[in-house]
């Protein structure tokens, strides 16, 4: 693959070039319908409670942030872009860092959930793993991991599945892929396939991830 249009486990070559730029990124995710997605995603299975601590890897410009009101949010984003248009937005509302999950390791305090929207699908089952191990460490005992990302499923549309192999992660999977990885990690795992959640044909694998029972 050419390295200049292969980064990071997506691809950034042609049109999805643009999606690096925070207002593009937003409008685009916004027309398609981000927000009822990030809306069943807060109300169905984050379920935000005030005071709540939520670490949101791969945060992008923190449009999450809008659906956990009374959280004590932090995003973290390799991309300073992105962090720098959180900051504008939210400063008043959270804390914005560029790194990775790695980086928080010794963050003063764990989490109560820690998210990944969208994140998944830009790893190789190794990075995937590793993750996972990462954030086992950066959890409350009670706390739970959360994730949103493309899938392929038997039952989606043609339609749905030619936008998908579209997308700029180069490793989409069935749901049991992201599962089988979590697996490894987490005591137990919950899986849910939701179809048509934006204004498109769409698949989604959410998964809810903890050391102890859901």
């Known amino acids: 693959m050419p390295t200049d249009q292969y980064e990071a486990g997506e691809k950034t070559d042609g049109w999805r070039a643009i999606l690096g730029l925070p207002f593009i990124y937003s409008t685009v995710q916004n027309i398609l319908g981000a927000n009822r997605v990030r809306r069943v995603l807060a109300d169905q299975y ?29 995003g973290v984003d390799h991309s300073a872009a992105y962090i720098e ?5 939210f400063a008043d509302r959270g ?16 989490f109560d959930l820690v998210m990944a929207i969208g994140l998944l699908h830009h790893m ?14 950066l959890l409350t005992p009670s706390g739970r991991f959360i994730s949103l990302d ?21 490793f989409v999977r ?12 987490f005591s137990h795992v919950e899986m849910d396939v939701r179809h048509g959640l934006p204004r498109m044909p769409y698949s989604h694998a959410i998964m809810v991830a ?5």
Do not use: W
């Open 46 to 74: 984050v379920k935000p409670i005030p005071g709540m601590r939520v670490l949101d890897i791969g945060c992008g410009p923190a449009d999450m942030v809008n659906f956990l009101p009374g959280v004590t949010y932090v």
């Open 85 to 89: 248009a959180a900051r504008a937005r």
């Open 95 to 110: 804390a914005f860092h560029v790194g990775d999950a790695g980086e928080l390791r010794s963050y003063e305090q764990p």
């Open 124 to 137: 190789s089952d190794e990075q995937m793993e590793a993750f996972f191990t990462i954030v086992a460490t």
């Open 150 to 170: 493309p899938c392929y499923s038997d039952n989606q549309s043609s339609i749905a599945r030619a936008i998908i192999r579209r997308d700029r992660g180069l």
């Open 174 to 185: 069935p749901a049991t892929g992201y599962q089988d990885a979590a697996d490894q990690v």
């Open 210 to 214: 903890s050391q102890t029972q859901l």
